[in-house]
Every structure is written in structure tokens, then in C-alpha cells.
């Protein structure tokens, strides 16, 4: 057995069999990252059947679908707990319910959760409805959970939990709606299991179960980052037919923009992005892909919170005060100019600016920006040179500008975030933040400036979430990476780290 693992380690043209076979089937991307979980699975299953030829495997998964389900059940990351990512659960109860109340014509309103994992999700969706209508709520609500794991389906339907699962939780709804059941074991109540259908489902398939069509809401959360650009379209574009019409369909914070193809119209409510199924798709963008995108976590930064100096030090007047020409009207046609020489004028732009050489550089980008008005970076380069100085009109004017060409520029937005902060519209900038989120759920100066807002409205359980966010990503990557970015701003981000810890340690003490 240990010789046909090894030969699939070792035999790309094998892996990439079970890789495709994988990825046909159920949609599952197992390439750079997850090859190991899909050896291991291989191995687990390979020698629970027997089997010790490679080949001889492979040709039982594509006839057998029992098999091919129990390998895919090895494959499924199931990392879930009760009510994760309140924000959207809260919009669904106190928005969206009352808008399908009043028009429901007396059927229930339909809610799917799809990729439910082991029902954590729809056990809060069911609970918090609960909470706001009462017993109601079971004539109210048709609710279902679909997963492609039989093995979690069938844990979701037990609803039996260990501590892990109520990370958060508020006691007294603990105390409601669980019953212990064993050493650190509960199980959810009757009045709420009853109330909920599972179903194993792979969301690839050709047809849907009776209880998935139609809905009204369904969350589809953190569920997409398993498959590849294809899949999440197929996956997404079936859902979006499902939805009954006015239908909401709701993702994980860090997918929101990864979906907006133009299929389901995207709507901001709340300071939250959801989709919904209208005649017209009210923001629809180009489907980007962040593959190749430029890494902008650090690109834009005035001081650290009230006790930093500013980033850039050197002869500064002369920007502080100077005429910045306008962004050029992108309708103006522009000479044509050799790629080549616009990438070395804006690097010698670069050197300028890490050299303190501001209006020198200033003056490169202008004239690039009048060659070429599409040429983004030269855009947010400039307006990050403007924001460490204050002037933060134009800043946004340029923010405006680039923004009107890029939907997704994540730059543009940090910089709106941070000039409305400067200007105390806490409000602003934090709606700001949360998009610059959306668009890179990674980016952790969205998430720091984030937690800063929440730290001073004293929403300290989101703060502490955001805090720990901002500390989990970087420190999963290189502090020297996170701290250096394509733009001549350098930040300790160590010292964000710092903080973060600090202010964490506060809000233990709270």
C-alpha cells in the first residue's frame, strides 16, 4: 500500500487523474495547497478497500458512487460553529424576514443552507428566528440543510455538539435551546431539530430535492473557497435560478465580490453586501479574479493610531501646499506610449518616492497619467503620496476617479476609509473598511481600522474578532512581507501586532 502512495506522490500524471475525477465530480479544487489532504485520503481509503494498485482505485470511484462518496467525505473541511458571522444571520432576522412576511400569501418563507456543514447553521438561522417570533416561527419557516458529506448530514441531524461549537455563544441562549447530553456534549433542543429538513447534496448535480426550490433566502457561506472560478459560477448560477423572485442569496464577507458576475443583483444594506434575485442587476462589475492582483494590504497608511509619526519623513512643503492636476478626463484621447516606458517612468516614480523626492514624483505621474488615464497604479500612487500629506480633497477625487474605472480597486478604498476617519465620520469610514474587506477578505489594515472603530464604539466582541483577525493573518504570513508593500509607505507591521495584542489584552480585562 505504502508503494502505491508513494507512486502517486511521485507520478503527477496519476495525482492529476484523481484531481480531475475529484473536480468533475463534486467540484472540489485539490490542487497546490490541498494535494496532501487528497494523499491522505487516498491512503485512508485505499487501504480500508484493500486496494493496493493506484489504478485499480481510481477505476472503482468512477463506478462506484458510495466509494467516491466516503473519499470525499475525508476530503471536506468541516470548520463550523453556531452563529458565525452574526452580522448576516442579524440582517436575515431583523431586514430581510420582514419584507417576505408581508407578501408570503400564507406559504413559509423558504431558507436553504447550503454547505451546512454539521448543521451549526441553520440550528442558529432556526434560533434566532426563534427568538425574535416565537413558537410562530414553525408555521413561519421551512428551513434545510444540504451538505455533500453523508457523515456530517448525519451528525447535523443528531445535533449533538462539543464545546467548540459554542465559541461565543451567549449562555442564556445556550441555556434555552441545549440540553447536556454527556461530558461536554449538548444536543439541540426538540422544539428547534423539529424544525429543520437535511439533506445530502451535491451541489453539482444535474437536479435539486423538492425542499431546495423555490427559496427565499439561502446562505451559501464560506462554502465557494473550495472550488476553482468555473465551479464557483456553475455552483453560484444554479442557486440563483433556485431563488424564488425578489429572493436574497447571501455569502461569506470574503466572497461577496468574487460573485458578482452579473447573474443576481448586489445590494448594500446595513454597511452588508447580499445578492438578489430582481429584474435588473444593480451593481454589476466584471468577474475579476484576484489572481495577478497586486498585494495592497500596506499601500496605504497615514500614522498608526495617535502615536506614530507620519511614514514619510523628508521636505514635504512644497506638496503640502502645491497644485495636483486633476484626474484627466477618460474620455480624452491619449498618444499612444510604449508599455515598456510607462512601467520605467513609473518605477523611476518609485525611487522618487522612497527617496522623499515627492514633487519630483508627482510630476513623473502626472505626465503618465496624461499619456495614459487607465493606469491605475499611477493613480493610487499619487493619491497615497497626497494622503500622508492631508490633502484629502483631492485625495478623494482621485479615490472617485479610480473607483469609476476599477470597482475593485482595494486601494481606493482603504484611502476613502482612512480620509474619513481623519475627518471623524466614524460611520463612513468603517462602511469604507468593511468594502475593502469584501474585496480582499486578507487585507488586515481593513480589518485593524476595523476593530479601531468597533474598539471606540465599545462594540467590544466584534473589536475583539477584528483584532484577532488582524494578529491571525499576519501572523500566517511574513511580518517583512506584510510590512512592505508595492507602494513607498513602510510599516512596522510588528507594531500593528503590538497593538492588536494590546488592545486584546484590554478586552480580556473587560
Sequence with gaps: MNTAISRIQE??????????????????????????????GLSKRMTARGIDRAEAYHALLIRDKGELNNLIELLTVNETYFFREPEHLNLMADRLIQ???????????????????TGEEPYSIAIMLRERFGAESESLFSITGVDIDST???????????????????????????EPVGPD????????????????VNLLDSSYPQRMQMPDIIFYRNVSIYFPGQVQREIFNRLAELLSNGGCLLVGSTE?????????????????????????????????????????????VKNLPGQMSPIFTGKTDNLRTGKVKKPVDQHKKQPHVARHDIR?????????SRNSLFNEAIGILDELIDQDATFIKAHTLKGSLLLNVSRFDEVGSICDHVIGRDPL??????????????QGNEDAAFRRFREAIYIDGSCWLAHFYTAEIQFARKDMD????????????????????????????????????VICRHKLSLLKEK
Design 99 to 117: 419584507e417576505f412576511t408581508a407578501g408570503r400569501n400564507n406559504r413559509p418563507i423558504r431558507i436553504v443552507s447550503a454547505g451546512c456543514s
Design 462 to 497: 466584534r473589536a475583539r474578532k477584528s483584532y484577532e483577525t488582524t494578529v491571525r493573518i499576519l501572523d500566517e504570513g511574513s511580518l517583512k512581507e506584510h510590512g512592505q508593500s508595492f507602494f513607498p509607505l513602510s510599516v512596522n507591521a510588528e507594531q500593528f501586532v
Design 344 to 352: 520605467e517612468r513609473f518605477e523611476k516614480a518609485l525611487d522618487l
Design 256 to 300: 461577496t465580490y468574487h460573485h458578482n458576475i452579473g447573474t443576481l443583483s448586489l445590494v448594500e444594506q446595513d454597511s452588508l453586501f447580499y445578492y438578489r434575485k430582481t429584474g435588473t442587476p444593480a451593481m454589476v462589475t466584471e468577474d475579476r479574479r484576484k489572481n495577478g492582483r497586486d498585494s495592497a494590504l500596506t499601500s496605504i
Design 409 to 422: 480597486c482595494l486601494e481606493a478604498y482603504l484611502m476613502l476609509g482612512i480620509i474619513a476617519r481623519q
Design 185 to 200: 456534549k449538548f444536543q439541540v433542543s426538540d422544539i428547534i431539530r423539529k424544525q429543520i429538513g437535511f439533506e445530502v
Design 152 to 178: 456530517v448530514i448525519a451528525d447535523a441531524k443528531r445535533g449533538i455538539y462539543g464545546k467548540s461549537s459554542f465559541r461565543g455563544m451567549d449562555q442564556a441562549i445556550m441555556e434555552r435551546y441545549f
Design 11 to 40: 507520478d503527477e500524471t496519476i495525482l492529476t487523474q484523481f484531481k480531475e475525477l475529484i473536480l468533475i465530480t463534486c467540484g472540489f479544487n485539490m490542487e497546490t495547497g490541498r494535494e496532501q489532504s487528497l494523499i491522505d
